[in-house]
């Protein structure tokens, strides 16, 4: 694992996933490539090499780049629009072999790397729903509207080209309601809700065990072989932040510990997180607050149990904690989860 983890200036994002369609998407609106480019060490020319690679820091400030640029709001909705169409690599060729959203979901949480390294996912179930919380990989805390606006509308994308119906899940957001509400309804449907603890797109199960009705079930045996190997050799997997959160919920790790287990000082630890503009504090309260979630909304626990797990003194500290979170109190949030869809 430490050899597979990407740290801020490591080139490790295909700028073919994400920057060549953004740099395609000014050049037609005939917007200035240069401006776009500037301060990223990024140069057009770059993204006509096979297997260009760039840094999350480079790919950070790039979005924020065409963020500030893009005459509108509605930039990571079209991208996510054109995402399955424009990732043509063996990523989308077995994508498209899924046979439902299950494995569809299963096949994303083990190689969304290769194609959405920005992202890390966490599924569970509760009576009859099914959860995903999106959380960053890669930092992005900046970035963190335009990369939930891009992933939510890619899966709405996928889903209508592999079923020929509309998404009919709800997507809960963790920020304020923008003034103007269009492009979400035209992109994502009207089942969503804003200023929302967490990032959750909620399903039933009887989405989740649909079978695609398009589904490219030619080659897809090979196509999953290819995207295997690519992956056994692509030299990294995962972010430091997201590989971090990993270690938090495996066991209790302080920032000594996660150091040395890393090979790292702690002074060097630090700095190499405060790259991805993340504290190691806000790492730990997001895999508590995974853990905590996944207690009780799954395992059914109460308070008291679930400080226990998690270290806490006792409950009211829990309770404390999981309201700073979250901005719920653990009961309030049981309810909203079995609100959301």
Not at 18 to 43: C, M, P, S, W
Not at 124 to 135: C, E, F, G, V, Y
Not at 160 to 176: R, V
Request: charged share 15%; aromatic share 14%.
């Amino acid at each position: 694992m430490l050899s597979s983890i990407a740290y801020a200036p490591d080139k490790c994002i295909e700028s073919q996933f994400l920057i060549a369609t953004v740099v395609e998407i000014f050049e037609y609106r005939q917007l200035d490539i240069n401006h776009l480019l500037k301060g990223t060490g990024i140069f057009r020319q770059d993204l006509q090499l096979n297997n260009h690679k760039v840094s999350p820091l480079q790919f950070m400030t790039f979005i924020e780049n065409a963020l500030t640029l893009w005459p509108g709001d509605d930039l990571p909705f079209l991208l996510g629009q054109q995402w399955s169409s424009t990732q043509s690599g063996t990523f989308m060729e077995s994508l498209f072999c899924c046979r439902g959203l299950s494995q569809m979901q299963k096949f994303w949480h083990q190689y969304h790397w290769l194609s959405q390294p920005w992202l890390q996912g966490w599924h569970w179930q509760t009576k009859n729903l099914h959860h995903l919380l999106l959380q960053l990989d890669i930092g992005a805390q900046l970035q963190q509207r335009f990369f939930i606006e891009l992933t939510l509308s890619s899966l709405v994308s996928t889903y209508k080209k592999l079923t020929h119906k509309t998404w009919q899940g709800h997507f809960s957001l963790p920020y304020a309601k923008p003034k103007q509400l269009d492009q979400y309804y035209k992109y994502l449907g009207n089942d969503l809700s804003f200023s929302q603890p967490i990032c959750v797109i909620s399903y039933s199960s009887r989405m989740h065990q649909q079978p695609f009705e398009n589904t490219n079930t030619q080659g897809a045996k090979l196509t999953w072989q290819q995207l295997k190997q690519y992956k056994q050799t692509a030299p990294f997997h995962i972010g430091l932040p997201a590989a971090i959160r990993l270690l938090l919920i495996s066991r209790s790790y302080s920032l000594p510990q996660i150091a040395d287990h890393l090979c790292l000082s702690t002074a060097t630890l630090k700095r190499r997180l405060k790259a991805y503009n993340i504290s190691f504090q806000q790492l730990q309260d997001q895999s508590n607050m995974q853990q905590a979630i996944f207690l009780l909304a799954v395992s059914g626990e109460n308070n008291l149990t679930v400080a226990k797990q998690l270290q806490f003194a006792d409950s009211n500290n829990f309770r404390r904690s999981f309201k700073r979170w979250t901005g719920l109190l653990p009961s309030q949030f049981k309810y909203w989860l079995n609100q959301s869809l």
